[in-house]
């Protein structure tokens, strides 16, 4: 008698957040379903609530000054060794783009920048401190220079499109200097950011450096704008959007940066570089007392 | 003279003050942590568990400087928010003469930890001595710990006198007695100790959980156990004794819970400074946390309240 193939029950995946090096409902039970580009229903996703947003805030705060205390040459292996686990699963978050309507051959480019990119940074661990920070000539006994240090927790608000390119490039800049983050997800396209969450889990990362939330953005914008432990915003965002962060930010006196990047314009090196590393440190100026 | 059998004197207590379902405490207390308190019932239970501290240090680096400016943030707990002062300065014996000079006459109790705290390991005269010179120095009130040794031999009468003793040498103090609930291992034998203690208290009197120098402190479990005994106990005698958590409280959501526990169990009358404590050092800065979030809206980083922690 041949074995005949068994109907399996299908097994499928509950997608959940990463905050904290955890991976976590959103503590409201809330859920948004998504559908893939053929309109079929695909997974219910975490919605997450502005406590959500607080929980990641404890997290990326408690794992902020160990993060900011390790050397930028092992913060550079860390991000290189990110790059690794993305370039692994490669095929898996080309098979999640296309499946939410990103054409295949966009979906491999848009993959391949992505851990180009973080390479980049990786790069730049150990090197932007010598160019951001500087000796300053003064006329006094002084010896006087200038370094740059992380600001803290830093909101990221990523793009719809492309939702992991976007994410990647954001993330990725903040991260390199010793920030922590929080970041928020495509609204549109939030499963390759749970994808993403999975990897960043097995990589060297601490937990709690990168915290990453699915949900809508009207729901979480104006708590990433008035949370007063976030100590800057790198956001993707429209006027309103725009208009939510710069006022909610004021009273925090929180730093706001708008990324314009746009589309397929992340692909490009100019989306990336230096300049966005320098957006998130805070430049301390310190003056010692030599000898005339 | 000492009971020959220790086993046989636990029974007879147990008998007498019946014995603990943990279970049922366990799924009880699992319960308190479900309810939702929000907006107003929310800033009333804040501000009623900011009353309730007993704002607390208790550490060999402790310095009358230290002190000074814990008794300010007593009585003045955050700038440009309207709350009441916390309920006492809890601080060791050698630091009563300055707290009491910090706390003047801003209605802040000083208490004062004595009788060898934490072990209570040494001679009674000594203890009691300890008790005196704060009490002379001026403590309001004086958290002792029990003769857990002579708990677990079952040596009740000897841990009931001196109780008794220490209440006299307190004088007009309110005593609280520290059970250390965690080296009594099981919640019999909280009950058992609890009523012990209660037996000699005056009303007004607390039973305390922890000295907040062990490994398991004050819990929602334990407090439980230790709020029962205490219905039961007022309930039989109508003598209405105080309690305090102790030690492990961090969390301005922890001492909602704790207040919750109290609501449904003794009722409103225990809700105040009272007949309720706290024993933190870390909580108020979270209650003081929270209640700037309900005050602003925005949610508060914890370095804006005077914690040490890192600048992150």
Known sequence: MSAQPKSRIPVTKTPKVYIGGAFVRSESARTFKVTDRSGAFFANIPQCTRKDLRNAVEAAAKAGPGWARRTPYNRAQILYRLAEMIEARSGELVASLVQFGARRADAEKGVAVGVDRMIHYAGWADKYAQLLGSVNPVSSAHFNFTVPEPMGVVGVVAPDSPPLLGLISMIAPVIASGNTVVALASETVPYPAVLLGEMLATSDLPGGVVNLLTGFRKELVPTFATHAQIRAIYASAGPDDRKALRLGAAASVKRVRFSGTEGAAWLNDAAQGLERIGDFVELKTTWHPIGA | ?312
């Open chain 2, 1 to 312: 003279m000492p009971p020959r059998s220790s086993h046989a004197a636990h029974a007879r207590l147990l008998d007498e003050v019946g014995s603990v379902d943990q279970v049922g405490i366990e799924e009880r207390v699992a319960k308190f942590t479900t309810r939702s308190v929000k907006k107003e019932a929310k800033i009333w239970g804040l501000k009623t568990a900011l009353s309730m501290t007993d704002l607390t240090t208790l550490e060999g680096k402790d310095t009358p400087g230290k002190i000074e400016s814990l008794c300010r943030k007593a009585i003045h707990p955050h700038e440009g928010l309207v709350t009441p002062t916390v309920a006492a300065v809890c601080v060791y014996p050698s630091m009563v003469r300055h707290a009491k000079a910090g706390v003047g006459a801003s209605g802040v109790k000083v208490a004062s930890v004595a009788t060898a705290f934490p072990s209570g390991q040494t001679h009674l005269k000594t203890r009691l001595a300890e008790v005196r010179g704060a009490v002379a120095d001026g403590a309001d009130e004086i958290d002792m710990v029990i003769n857990r040794g002579a708990f677990l031999a079952g040596d009740f009468a000897q841990m009931e006198d001196e109780i008794s003793e220490v209440l006299e040498a307190c004088g007009a103090a309110t005593l609280k007695v520290i059970l250390e609930v965690s080296e009594l291992e099981t919640f019999d034998n909280i009950r058992k100790a609890s009523f012990i203690a209660m037996g000699v208290l005056r009303p007004g009197d607390f039973i305390k959980t922890s000295t907040g120098k062990t490994t398991l402190n004050a819990t929602l479990a334990n407090n439980q156990v230790m709020i029962e005994a205490i219905r039961d106990f007022y309930l039989d005698t109508g003598i209405a004794i105080g309690m305090k958590p102790a030690g492990g409280i961090k969390t301005a959501k922890q001492s909602l819970h704790f207040l919750i526990a109290v609501k449904e169990t003794l009722g409103d009358a225990w809700l105040n400074k009272k007949r309720y404590r706290f024993g933190a050092s870390s909580l108020l800065n979270d209650l003081l946390r929270q209640l700037e979030k309900e005050r602003t809206g925005a949610y508060q980083a914890p370095y804006s309240f005077s914690d040490a922690s890192e600048s992150y």
